[in-house]
């Protein structure tokens, strides 16, 4: 066990941590600012902006010494008897010294630069700063660079280094150099090898100033007008923990929320960029009613009872789980279609799957598979029909048995389901589609109804690691679209709005998969696997 | 250009005034590669590191490290390979001694390098040689050559059983790599941007191996003292202050280069501790034109400066430190008469490090340029007397010894401010006062001269 003292205050480290000095004083709620440092990249300890004094404490005496010079936290590692002064006079000057270094030659454009409000060098300049430029001021100069993914304002660039050790440790591309020297330093590429890999979104989170800026998400929005959200990305098998940033209703980037467990620090670039379609025109925006050749368009108003009371007259029922699905709307819909008739085929809709899964040198991964639930529709269809059906059992099964209502839940993000394959459910009398784009099946489904995407619904998501994390509503779906958590809550008879801890409390008592699920989730998620192992368990003591 | 002085007999130069003095016969009539075969005869590598340890040998690269203290910090009983790098990357402004050694008698450093390396216990060694020096590389180059054929280097040393291999290294010209981690950056083909130490290189340098980094003056030294003992050596130089547990004093003779405004400039063998001013007066034959000296730098610009009233120094590892210089650096002395304005000077040096400076910690990359700025207005005639106390404050604050960067390029950059501003405060307040009669006295921020990408205001 290491104690370490910060500003007089101890804390007591487990065994075992090996983490530096910013660190530790973060988890004792002391702010050491830092430009170079992250947590998931090589130190270099260059910035100079984490000094701070550092001395040890003798184990035996109790004598505290300190080092004669400041040393930067970043590479102090935090051992038994570290003891940081981190708010004496020398720290506050050195810290001092280091804004008004950076801001010799920093255009201060903050008024046109997307990073304001989020930004180090602004944030610190408040902080420890000096109030008053003393000297030399350097003519305004804005240059600004192509770098292929992203743009580079050349002099709004602090120098920490960071996406230059990102590309070459966690994409392992390569592109980013520094070029030139000392305060003609730029980061640059090689001509004709562009920054382009699946990663490189996050340079620009990484970036602690405005110098690497998003294309997509360049002079959208002033970043205090936005408000967080804590989501899940549905991008691929992955599920990697984001936040989802909105105004009014508008999605304007994704950002990557740390989960140690999942994706670190980082998103791949499908899933940053992987939100325009939510407000995408082409979206299904009312429900439809098709008879023969005739559509018309629905009011929601007693649409949800009647979809019941139709779905209870039609006699044999089948219905496809989309891997779109969250957990809760899972089970609300086999619960529903369940009940309505215990013989019904449930079944998993089609997987999208795209080449292999990508590994970088970081160890982040991009997983083949494109959808964020496959693994949690899998285990409550398990709980309902014992057999696992897939899309092409279902299809067999439908000619087979004559269905005579299906119910097919979609969420995809592109086109899904090709004419020939849409032309078998013609047969059906009672087709519910419900999807975000129109397909070839909701061109000829009985009822159309449109679905909301990921971040316009409190959902719970299963990665492939079975890992259960819930992404939360960050905007209102467009008018005439209801997610299809509400909708099957309705449709279930239950009352009042749509809870998913209700729903997923209701999960966890009745599907035993699900019960480590039933007290609250943390925000990096739960692994479910512990069932897994437990029921192992359990038979290794059987048979013992 | 070596002469008797002081009643001293040149060791280190001389051959060099001897034709074809960089061959391998002309250096092996003069006694070369004899301190090379006791060695592999007699001696066992920890015997060649416990006599430069009794020798006292201190780097001559400009830290004063002792020499065998920085071997024996390598990691016994490694699996190796421990590397050898030996830094020609002779950078420091007015440093001008490893360039007459590698072109005029660059077997001397050969022999050297072979004896650190097997008192290292190193297999493989790299000199790093500037750019700047092609007849340096060349005549380098062939020495390693010739020792490789006269059985000096390679597989199984004069037989006995000690392998070596010498590569050189052309670097590319930056200041920067004279720096031991920012050189062993660049030998692994990387940005020579100077690591974070600890670890420091003995422990994990070149390659993540153990690594000594060496001056060639050094090596130099190395042969001599095997050759002709440490006791010898010891002969030599300032002995350690008996009262001073802590004094490893200042031994051996010393290559002292000598420019600027001087009768003789050009590299001179004497012992150390010599005073400034028998090096100015008696190596290099003065001042010129009859002129007294203004300013002397004692070791290459890094140092800072010593005015003339303080040339009674002695250039040992400690005097210079004693009078506010930095150290005694590369003991390279740059001469400046009473007609040279400090301006110039200060400008030319803060110039010279803005352009050198690495760029990997602020302080220093900001530190230099800023004060660049203020120096190009202070010349253009738009300097304020507050200026000096914002270039006192920069001297203070960047650097290695404030502990604000990683190398000590900052403090090298510092020291002829700060030592400047100290000594010469009366001559640049004039400066500013006279060519700026309105506006000295402003204290509020002003436009810079010229901006980043060189752009006027």
Redesign the interface.
């Known amino acids: 066990m290491a104690k370490v003292t910060i500003d007089g205050r101890e804390i007591e480290l487990p065994d075992g941590v090996r983490i530096n000095a910013i660190e530790v004083a973060k988890r004792m709620g002391v702010e050491i600012p830092h ?1 170079c440092y992250h947590p998931g990249l090589p ?7 984490c ?1 701070v004094e550092a001395g040890n404490r003798d184990a035996k005496t109790g004598e505290i010494r300190m ?6 936290g970043c ?1 102090i590692p935090a051992t038994d008897g570290l003891v940081l002064v981190t708010t004496g006079e020398k720290v506050q ?2 810290r001092a ?2 804004e008004e ?2 801001l ?2 920093h255009p201060i454009d903050c008024p046109i630069c997307d990073k304001a409000g989020e930004c180090s060098l602004q944030d610190y300049h408040f902080k420890y700063g000096q109030s ?8 305004f ?1 804005s ?1 600004k660079r192509d770098l292929g993914d992203v743009t580079l304002f050349i ?1 709004r660039c ?2 920490c ?1 960071r996406c230059v050790r990102f590309c070459s440790e966690v994409s392992g591309t390569a592109e980013l ?2 070029a ?6 730029e980061i640059d590429v090689v001509p004709g090898f562009p920054l382009h890999n699946e990663l490189s979104g996050n340079v620009v989170d990484l970036c602690p100033v405005g110098a690497l800026s998003d294309k997509d998400f360049s002079y959208q929005q002033r970043v205090w007008f936005m408000r967080q959200h804590t989501g899940v990305c549905t991008g691929c098998a992955q599920g990697c923990s984001i936040h989802i940033e909105e105004n009014q209703d508008r999605v304007y980037r994704l950002k990557p929320r740390e989960n140690q467990f999942v994706n670190k620090w980082w998103i791949c670039n499908e899933g940053r960029y992987g939100y325009h379609h939510i407000h995408d025109a082409k979206r299904l925006a009312a429900p439809q009613y098709r008879n023969g050749g005739k559509t018309t368009d629905l009011d929601w108003t007693g649409l949800p009872e009647k979809l019941t009371k139709k779905l209870s007259d039609a006699g044999r029922l089948g219905a496809l789980f989309s891997p779109f699905l969250s957990v809760e709307e899972a089970y609300l819909l086999a619960k529903l279609i369940k009940g309505i008739d215990p013989q019904a085929i449930l079944a998993m809709g089609p997987v999208p799957t795209v080449g292999e899964d990508k590994k970088f040198p970081g160890g982040f991964v991009i997983a083949a598979e494109k959808a964020p639930n496959r693994r949690g529709v899998e285990e409550i269809l398990g709980y309902f029909m014992h057999k696992l059906l897939t899309f092409d059992d279902f299809l067999n099964q439908m000619q087979r048995t004559e269905l005579q209502g299906v119910w097919v839940s979609g969420g995809y993000k592109g086109p899904w389901i090709d004419a020939a394959t849409a032309r078998k459910f013609d047969a059906i009398p009672l087709l519910i589609v419900q999807d975000l784009f129109p397909s070839p099946l909701s061109e000829i489904a009985t009822y159309t109804l449109p679905g909301a995407s990921f971040a316009e619904r409190d959902a719970s998501y299963m990665n492939r690691y079975d890992r259960l994390q819930t992404s939360r509503l960050a905007v209102r779906p467009p008018w005439g679209v209801r997610a299809e958590a509400g909708l099957l809550w309705q449709m279930s008879g239950r009352k009042g709005l749509y809870s998913y801890r209700a729903v997923l409390d209701d999960l966890c008592r009745e599907v035993l998969y699900f019960a480590p699920a039933a007290g609250p989730l943390p925000d990096v998620g739960l692994d479910m696997k512990i069932n897994k192992l437990a029921k192992s368990g359990a038979l290794a003591a059987k048979m013992a | 250009m070596s002469f008797p002085v002081l009643n001293y007999e040149p060791v280190l130069l001389a051959n060099i005034h001897k034709e074809n003095s960089h061959t391998l016969a002309v250096y092996e009539a003069a006694g070369g590669y004899r301190a090379l075969r006791k060695a592999m005869k007699e001696m066992k590598p920890d015997d060649v590191l416990a006599t430069v340890r009794a020798a006292g040998l201190r780097g001559r690269g400009g830290a004063g490290f002792p020499t065998a203290l920085k071997w024996s910090f390598l990691p016994k009983d490694h699996p190796g390979p421990i590397y050898l790098c030996v830094n020609a990357d002779e950078s420091e402004p007015g440093t001008i001694v490893n360039r007459v050694q590698m072109e005029e008698d660059p077997h001397q450093i050969v022999e050297g390098i072979i004896l650190s390396a097997y008192a290292t216990k190193s297999t493989t060694a790299y000199f790093y040689i500037r750019y700047e020096y092609p007849l340096s590389c060349q005549r380098m180059q062939a020495a390693i050559d010739e020792a490789y054929a006269a059985g000096f280097l390679g597989k199984n040393i004069l037989g006995s059983g000690y392998s070596l291999d010498l590569f050189i290294h052309r670097g590319a010209g930056a200041y920067v790599c004279g720096e031991e981690t920012g050189l062993i950056e660049s030998l692994e083909g990387k940005r020579a941007w100077p690591r974070i130490k600890p670890p420091f290189p003995a422990v994990e340098g070149l390659f993540r191996k153990p690594t000594v980094v060496n001056n060639v003056e050094t090596m130099a030294c190395v042969v001599h003292i095997i050759d002709r003992g440490a006791e010898w050596f010891r002969s030599i130089g300032v002995p350690p202050n008996p009262q001073d547990p802590r004094d490893v004093g200042s031994l051996g003779p010393k290559l002292f280069g000598i420019s600027g405004h001087v009768n003789k400039p050009g590299c001179y063998e004497a012992p150390l501790g010599i005073t400034a001013r028998q090096a100015i007066d008696e190596l290099a034959g003065g001042v010129w034109k009859g002129r007294k000296a203004k300013a002397v730098i004692p070791g290459g610009l890094s140092t800072g400066l010593m005015s003339y009233d303080e040339l009674d120094t002695p250039l040992d590892f400690a005097g210079p430190l004693k009078v506010g210089c930095l150290g005694l650096g590369t003991a390279c002395l740059i001469v400046m008469d009473e007609t040279y304005s400090m301006v110039d000077f200060l400008y030319n040096s803060c110039r010279f490090y803005a352009h050198e400076s690495c760029g990997q910690c602020t302080p220093c990359r900001e530190g230099t340029h800023w004060s660049m700025m203020i120096m190009e207005r202070i010349k253009a005639g738009k300097g304020r007397l507050i200026d000096l106390e914002y270039l006192a404050e920069i001297g203070n604050t960047i650097g290695i010894i404030p502990g604000t960067t990683i190398c000590g390029l900052a403090d090298g950059a510092a020291w002829p401010i700060k030592t400047c501003i100290r000594k010469f405060r009366g001559e640049l307040e004039d400066y500013i006062k006279r060519t700026n009669p309105t506006g000295y006295a402003v204290e509020v921020a002003v436009p810079a001269l010229t901006g980043t990408n060189g752009k006027p205001h």
């Open positions: 430009y130190i270099v300890g260059s910035c100079r902006m000094l080092q004669p010079k400041l040393v930067p590479t000057q050195a010294m280091v270094g950076l010799v030659r008053a430029r003393r000297t030399d001021v350097m003519p100069t240059r002099d602090v120098m280094s150099m520094v030139n020297r000392a305060a003609h330093e």
